[in-house]
């Protein structure tokens, strides 16, 4: 595709439930990031892939919150047992080379959890 | 701990007027330095960037001033226009094969009136 695409772009959960958010990023991009962005503030780092691998998964802020990215292209940001502090916006951002360059971001996934 | 302070939180600038925006950073690993813009409802686009070896980078109306012994830098938007009314993020990153993960500064919301 033409940018990184996320989905759902919306996501209500009651506090409990599981949610899984999808990142597509640019085709032939080899790394890949997420980010949580909070109501009003900067994006914050959560993890990141280099092709398949998961080399940096520093920012993720419980054990709750689970990323894959089997085949080195689609990504998946799995929370479990959703807490109410868990709502904001989810942003994946992928990167041509490894290690500099601008990094695209999708537009991404907003959850909202009751 | 906040390694990228960024101010001010909110700005109104005339039409043609300039806006400047102020950033600092803690870590002195930190070689590159982009500015993201960010409109409602989508994610960051990269706006410039710079890196330490100099001290100033212009594109268009955008100009990056760096200084790297007190570590600070800002952006300047010359005739600012309407349509530059976003939030704009400062960042910093370390190149090299961990990834280049952005660290980015709460954010600058501005406002460019008629």
């Known amino acids: 595709g033409a940018g990184v695409s996320q989905s759902p772009r919306y996501k209500v959960a009651k506090r409990g439930q599981d949610v899984a958010l999808r990142c597509d990023p640019i085709s032939g991009h080899v790394s890949l990031f997420w980010y949580q962005q909070a109501l009003g503030q900067g994006p914050e780092f959560l993890t990141y892939?280099?092709?398949?691998?998961?080399?940096?998964k520093s920012g993720l802020p419980s054990d709750r919150f689970f990323a894959e990215r089997p085949e080195g292209s689609v990504s998946t940001l799995k929370i479990q047992r959703t807490q109410q502090e868990d709502s904001a916006v989810y942003l994946c951002a992928s990167s041509l080379r490894v290690g500099t360059g601008e990094l695209f971001f999708g537009e991404g996934s907003r959850l909202t959890v009751l | 701990q906040q390694q990228v302070k960024q101010s001010p939180q909110s700005l109104i600038v005339q039409k043609g007027g300039i806006s400047i925006i102020n950033c600092a950073y803690e870590n002195t690993a930190f070689d590159y330095f982009p500015w993201y813009q960010q409109f409602p409802g989508k994610g960051p686009a990269l706006l410039i960037a710079i890196r330490p070896d100099v001290s100033e980078k212009k594109e268009g109306r955008f100009t990056i001033s760096f200084n790297k012994s007190a570590k600070q830098f800002s952006l300047h938007i010359m005739d600012s226009q309407p349509g530059d009314s976003a939030t704009y993020f400062c960042a910093a990153s370390i190149s090299g094969g961990g990834g280049n993960k952005l660290t980015f500064g709460t954010g600058t919301q501005l406002k460019v009136e008629l």
């Open positions: 892939f280099q092709n398949e691998a998961q080399l940096d």
